[in-house]
Structure formats: C-alpha cells, structure tokens
C-alpha cells in the first residue's frame, strides 16, 4: 500500500478503533522515509494522535522486530517536529532524550524541528539553547536553522542579533534566501525598528531576490510604523502590479499605517476593497479600523464596525473595547462610554489599566453624582485588581541612616495619569491617612512621626516612564487649594509630579 492509501485507510477507521491494527501488516513495506512522510501526512488531515499513536507502538517493538529500524532519525526528527501545532514541548524533548537513548544521533534536521517546538511552545530561550547545543554537537546549521533563528531573536526583541545573521550565513557559505531576509524584515519590524527593517528589504533587492508576497507585506507594515503612508501604499499598488496575494496581514498592515496617518476615511475604503476581495478581516484589522475611527473623531463609525465585528463571528479583545472606549470618551459620549465597559465584563474580556481610567475619567467629567459615583466604584475595583497600587517609600535621598524609618521625608507615590484618577487616587488615599491616624494601636501612625515632610506624588515609581501628566497636576493641586490643605507644589519629591 502506498502512503495515500495508508493514509485513506486511517481516515475510514471509526474513532474507537486501532490504527496500528489497521496498518501493521502494510508498514513492512514502507523504509524509515516514506513512514515519516506517513506521519506527516496523517498530522495533515487532522489525525496526529493517529500519527503518535502508530510511531509510539512501533517504538514499544524490541531490537529484534522486523519493524524496529523503522524508528530512526527520520522518524524520530518528524515525530518531534509533529508536537509544535499542539504545543508538546516536553514531549518533544522527551523523543530527544529517546532518541540518545537508542544510540542515534541529533541531526540538523532534529535541531531546527525541535527549534521550531520551541518557538511554537513560546519558549524562545530555550530555542536558543537548542542552537548552541547544536554548535557543541558540531552538526552545521542550514538556511532553515538559521531562519528559525532569525525568528527567535524577532520575537525576543535581539532585532540586530536578527540582521546579523545574514552576515553570519555568508561566513558559513550559505546564502540567505527570501524567506531569511522576510523573516529579519519581521523581526526589525516586531522590535520597532522599521527603519532597520526597510535597510534588510535593500540587502534583499542587492542580493539579486525577488520579493514575494510576505515580502511586501512586511515592508508594508515597516513604512507604516515608520510613518511613510504614501511609501505603504506605493508597495501595496505594487504587489497588485504584479499579482502578488493580498493576505488579511497585508490589509490589516496598511489599514494601521492609514490609523497611524490619520486618514480614517482611506482605511474604511481600503477595508471595504479588501471584502470585495474576498479576504475575511481578523481582529487585528478591526482593532486598527476601530482605532483610526476613533482618531479621526469618528464614534459613530467606530461603533458601526465594532457591530459589524461582531456579526462576522470576530471576537473582540481588550485592544477593541479599549479603542471603542476611548472613541466614545473623546466624543464626550460617557453613557455609551459606560455600556462598552460594562460589555466588556460581560464578555470577560479584562480591562487594562487604560481602559479604566478613560471610563473613571469619562464618567467624572461629567460632574454627575450618580456617575461620580459609579467611577469611584470603578476606581476601587481597579485598586483591588492591583491596576492603580499606592507606593510608600523613603524620599530623603541624603539621609544617612540608609533605613526607610531613617528617613526624615515620606512619600505616597499615587498612579494617576487623568484629573478623573487624580481625584479619586487622592480621596482614596486620605481615607487611608484617616484611618491610619485614627488607628487605636496607633503603629501605623508611627509612620508620620519625627517627618519633616510628607510628600504625594503623581507617577509610577522613583523611575516612572509616565508620571502623571500636567492636567491631573493641575487638576490635585486645585482640589488641594480648595480644601485649604498645607500642601503646595514642590520639586522635593523623587518621582516626577510630586507635591509637598
């Protein structure tokens, strides 16, 4: 029997019954090659535990079996390379120990597969460990090893580990092809190094390539994170010029660059172009969709294709609801505001952090009691999910006691990058000086003694990227001033923000 027909056959088999009982009598006539082709065809129309359950009995044979020599590097190399899909790192490391055990050696076949494992199992140091490995085994990477490797530095963001490799080829006298050159392309691109990215895409048209589809797919996004739409769309009328695939990466690609642009109207008209296509949108296209809507000041369309998402079957994300929220914030549309939030939790789908604070500062703008009080009811869930945690530390960076009681200045940093947040964040935060004043054992309150000042900051931490912005300065200091209270602004406090 030939492998279409073995394969046939496994297909027939009801769910209960044995594979190997079914094709044992066939396998005699099959070498280690043409059995691994059989198992890769069976992983191919949905039957890998058909696959694994056949090499597993053919590997419980003994030395002596007619069948026993049907398990060797080929079969072993596919067996392993059949546990990416399926994410079975330990399986796959557990063949590899196998292998060893009966004597046969890693080739650089076994290597890449189980690279590729590695990177599916989202274990990319461990991928590279692989690949040293390899080189202290002395077997000789090829083109596919070292585009897997160019994948893993991309995706452990070691963009110029990744360009480097195509030099490194050329020492070993290997020439890139154009998957290496898409895949360096990608990984400058994942790393947000577009411009290095377009430098690859001059190497490959220097090396004599052509680029294919994932080629321009890739530059595509690369002009778009760098900010040349006009570029993005000049290559986009290119790959139609040459009848390359227009993929939903592609369309999801250059509908961002058109969010990144500013220019809502274009993306809604390439969206469209891309259904009359045939190309069915994905949730990374509708996020960027939503997004550029939600830019241009556009809630109302916004909100049309966050309907129409959701009649395709494409399940919206935390990107999705956070570009609608804020598309509704920015239109001053707080009730709408609210009901994406609360369908959100009902999709359980988990807010961010700034998903809460566009909600908590939407529904306190309004200046509406019940609305006031429903964002600080948002607040205090968001506290509790550790979304927005108080820091107390030391702020006297020339005390000499090194000890934090040592210190003679304390600060309560506070995360509040809104007036809304600001608000509540001081709120909850005198409440919690109230209470630990008024605390009968009276140690918390040790904190405030022998203090010269105490310091309230707006930021993350003593090396906050973004602290809080200017407007929720503002907006603290007034609150401050109304209630008459001693604080003032100061430059005292380490984090940026602070007052005194």
Known sequence: MSVEELVKLCSSLPGGASAVAAVAPALTYLDSRAMAAFMKELAKTQQLSRAMEIFDWLKSLPADHELYSLCDVYTFTTAISLMGPSQQLRRALELVGEMRARGLSCNVHTYSALMNVCIKCDACDLALDVFKQMHEDRIRPNVVTYNTLVDVYGKTGQWEQAVRVLDDMREEDLEPEVRTYNTAIIACNMCGQPQEALKVHQKLLEAGLQPISTTYTALISAYGKAGQLDKALETFQT????????????????????????????????????????????????????TACQQGGQPEKACEVFEQMKHHGCRPDVVTFAALINAYHRAGQWHKCLQAFEQMQQQNCKPDSFVYQTVIDSL?????????????????????????????????????????????????????????????????????????????????????????????????????????????????????????????????????????
């Open 239 to 290: 790959m139609m010029q040459r009848g390359c695939e227009r993929s939903v990466i592609t369309y999801s690609a250059l509908i961002s660059a058109c969010e990144k642009a500013g220019r809502w109207e274009l993306a809604l008209q390439l969206f469209d172009q891309m259904q009359r296509e045939g190309c069915a949108p994905n949730t990374v296209t509708y996020n960027s969709l939503i």
């Open 364 to 500: 306190w703008q309004t200046g509406v009691a019940w609305a006031q009080a429903r964002a600080w009811q948002l607040y205090g869930t968001a506290a509790r999910n550790w979304q927005y945690r108080f820091t107390v530390q030391a702020a006297n960076s020339g005390s000499s006691g090194g000890g934090f009681g040592a210190s003679r200045d304390l600060e309560y940093i506070v995360p509040a990058f809104t007036p809304g947040v600001a608000v509540l964040a001081l709120r909850k935060w005198l409440l919690e000086v109230v209470a630990q004043l008024s605390s009968d054992s009276g140690s918390r309150s040790l904190l405030f003694m022998g203090r010269d000042r105490i310091l309230l900051s707006l930021g993350r931490s003593r090396h906050a990227k973004e602290p809080g912005s200017s407007t929720a300065c503002q907006t603290l200091l007034s609150v401050l001033t109304g209630f008459r209270s001693p604080f003032r602004p100061g430059s005292g406090a380490v984090t940026p923000g602070g007052y005194v």
